[in-house]
């Protein structure tokens, strides 16, 4: 047994602290970033904020609204492989950028015929890829990673999900061009009461992306954003990409019914290791697991372009309260203070 004594932070425990700036407003803000990815050589521009992969928020509608915005959605494992080829042959007749659709899969056998048989009937179409299991310690997975890069060169590949510094070296010397990083934190996620396996995301975002940009990787910080600040956060920590996947649920773009309690909308909103997401894909918790996400109502929010504002707001105005014109500089101009408080609550939590 050994205990680790450094400090380990969550975007709960720190600020950005302003600095000067000749930034006249926030308009003046350039939040798109340009990317050249490492193994598949292949150029990236956009605003680097995905949908997670989840039922609700990985949808084609999903995809398509963010795209339009310059903005991805990594698409849900579970859509068939002629809807798969049909979505990512239609993205060039719909105008949209190929980096607005990730193609997910994880590493059993039938995930992988699957990708083999769109990659074979979509080719080129096909240009993110995101290879996704819950814990991506595992040999198995690295071996994965490695036999996609091989057969596929030209794909700008996403894998994860890992925390420490070590295993993201190790993804990216393996063929990932992007490390996804987040063991716990997401909003319907119960990893860390089932398992108290974990690390606070904004160190691990900083410990990661410390480690791939050394190799010339990117990292994509996953999960725990849960107010546009958190973003901030995630970007001047380090994070080249952010997933999100509660902070885009409940919209019109979303997967599932609306439901009404006591006069109100909701969306249903499930963890992809929950009970019900096991459920409906694998005929039910299987014996020797626990679910390891929950369901919850999210209160139903309308076009995702109305919470896109938001957010993108947000990232804008820390940009001038540090004066970083680009959101590539927020990073170096990011000291985080440590705090033991970060809003009055004395009106109510919103
Ligand atoms: P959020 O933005 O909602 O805080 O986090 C989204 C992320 O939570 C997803 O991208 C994924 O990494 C993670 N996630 C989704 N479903 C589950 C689940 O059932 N269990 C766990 N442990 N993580 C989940």
Redesign the pocket.
């Known amino acids: 047994m050994h205990i680790e004594e450094s400090i380990k932070l969550d975007f709960k425990d720190v600020l950005i602290r302003p600095k000067r700036s000749t930034l006249p407003s926030r308009s003046n803000v350039d939040i798109r970033r340009e990317f050249i990815f490492h193994h598949s050589g292949k150029k990236y521009f956009g605003i680097p904020i995905m949908a ?3 039922d609700s928020t990985g949808t084609f509608e999903m995809a398509t609204a963010l795209g339009t915005q310059g903005l991805s959605a990594a698409l849900h494992k579970h859509y068939a492989e002629n809807e798969l080829v049909g979505f990512f042959q239609s993205l060039p007749q719909k105008n949209l950028p190929r980096s607005s659709a990730f193609y997910s899969m994880g590493v059993g056998q039938a995930d992988y015929d699957k990708f083999t048989a769109v990659m074979h009937r979509a080719g080129d179409a096909v240009e993110y890829v995101c290879i996704d299991v ?1 814990n991506g310690y595992t040999e198995r997975f690295i071996q994965f990673v490695k036999k996609v890069r091989n057969e596929h060169p030209h794909l700008i590949i996403m894998a994860g ?1 890992v925390v420490t510094g070590d295993i993201t070296e190790e993804l990216i010397l393996a063929g990932a061009d992007i490390v996804k990083v ?1 063991i ?8 860390r009461k089932m398992t108290g396996v974990g690390y606070p995301q904004l160190s691990a975002i900083i410990e990661c992306a410390d480690a791939a940009h050394g190799l010339g990787g990117l990292i994509c910080a ?5 107010v546009p600040g958190d973003l901030a956060k995630a970007f001047g920590g380090g994070a080249d990409f952010i ?5 885009l ?1 409940g919209h019109d773009e979303c997967a599932g019914d609306t439901v009404e309690r006591d006069g109100k909308k909701y969306k249903r909103f ?5 009970r019900t ?1 096991m459920e409906k894909y694998a005929g039910g918790v299987a014996q020797y697991r626990a679910s ?2 929950k369901e919850v109502l999210v209160e139903y929010r309308g076009p995702v372009i109305n919470t896109l504002q938001d957010i993108l707001g947000g990232v804008r105005s820390a940009c001038t309260y540090v004066g970083a014109r680009k959101l590539k500089e927020l990073t170096k101009r990011t000291t985080f203070i440590r705090v033991t408080q970060q809003l009055n609550e004395v009106f109510g939590k919103s």
């Open positions: 997670a992969n989840m819950a999900n987040g716990g934190p997401g909003s319907v996620c119960t990893t996953d999960g725990g954003c849960v997933m999100v996947g509660g902070m649920a499930y963890g992809m290791s929950s997401a390891e996400g």
